[in-house]
């Protein structure tokens, strides 16, 4: 049962910009505070950046701070991450999940930073 589908992803010059998008299935997600993670090559999965649902408020990791937004419609039950300023060691592939990271894992997005 899929739950979670990332997109949005590609190569893309330091200093560029993207915007991903993760679509959930089930009543979930409107229930719960949701997360963008990050795994880059041989290091472990990291959050990024989350976003409560009701009054929203959003949290981000120090190294994206200031550069990407989290953003999230109901409605649609879709998630988004708008990533500005992208720098190599941005590089990796990007997945959403609740913060507990309870749900199934999509398939994720791969993101390339590169000139």
């Known amino acids: 049962q899929v739950q979670l589908v990332e997109s949005g992803g590609g190569l893309v010059q330091p200093g560029g910009s993207l915007r991903l998008s993760c679509a959930a299935s089930?009543?979930?997600?409107?229930?719960?505070?949701m997360g963008w993670y990050r795994q880059a090559p041989g290091k472990q999965r990291e959050l990024v950046a989350s976003?409560?649902?009701?009054?929203?408020?959003?949290t981000y990791a120090d190294s994206v701070k200031g550069r990407f937004t989290i953003d999230r419609d109901n409605a649609k039950n879709t998630v988004y991450l708008q990533m500005n300023n992208l720098k190599p060691e941005d590089t990796a592939v990007y997945y959403c999940?609740?913060?507990?990271?309870?749900?199934?894992w999509g398939q994720g997005t791969l993101v390339t930073v590169s000139s």
């Open positions: 999940n609740t913060v507990r990271g309870d749900r199934n």
């Open positions: 089930g009543s979930f997600f409107s229930r719960n505070t």
């Open positions: 976003i409560t649902t009701g009054i929203v408020t959003k």
